[in-house]
């Protein structure tokens, strides 16, 4: 009877570790390069960078900051609930067996904080007047964006291959709630 119960008790904690803590996500296309490989979702055989998320630091109320590499929910007319969080574990995933749509996930660079204004010029992204120093980036910017306000309680981001990125610039500023961890480092 104790062994069941030590090993109910170890999937139980490995399942809330998974679902609100740290959990691992596969780099996906090449949006972030050269900060990361992605998988070319086309070739089974081809495999990309996986990360490891720390989900608590956004979870318990704590925001992102610029430069944060983090994994964001791009459905954003989803309202988010701790059911998503559950069901994207992937202890509970292999435990239903479900299909899982990774291509909701998108892993990208914050960019713009609640209040500030971000504009392009002349090929450079100015946050707040001043020109942003990004020497993670993969090439200039090629495509302008419309200058805009980031609102209360959102995010913008952008992928570190700008010119081949779909991010803010295409889906809008990123509820808080949509961002589901700060990337902790990659393997």
Do not use: C
């Not at 780099?27 to 390069?33: A, D, T």
């Not at 609102?151 to 291959?161: C, E, L, R, T, W």
């Amino acid at each position: 009877m104790s062994w069941s119960k030590a090993l109910l008790f170890a999937i139980t904690l490995s399942i809330i570790l998974s679902a609100f803590v740290i959990q691992p996500f596969s780099v996906m296309g090449s949006s972030m390069e050269p900060t990361l490989d992605g998988k070319n979702p086309d070739e089974d055989n081809e495999s990309g960078d996986r990360v490891m998320v720390l989900k608590s630091s956004y979870t318990l109320g704590g925001e992102p900051t610029y430069n944060d590499v983090v994994i964001i929910d791009s459905r954003l007319s989803k309202e988010r609930t701790m059911k998503d969080n559950l069901f994207e574990s992937p202890i509970v995933r292999k435990i239903l067996d479900s299909d899982y749509n990774e291509t909701n996930y998108w892993i990208k660079r914050v960019i713009g904080e609640p209040g500030d204004l971000l504009e392009y010029i002349d090929g450079k992204i100015y946050r707040n007047g001043k020109a942003l120093e990004e020497d993670y980036i993969k090439e200039g910017m090629q495509f302008p964006f419309e200058t805009i306000e980031v609102p209360k309680d959102h995010v913008f981001v952008m992928g570190d291959n700008r010119n081949y990125s779909l991010d803010s610039r295409d889906i809008g500023p990123i509820p808080i709630e949509n961002v589901l961890g700060k990337v902790l480092f990659k393997y």
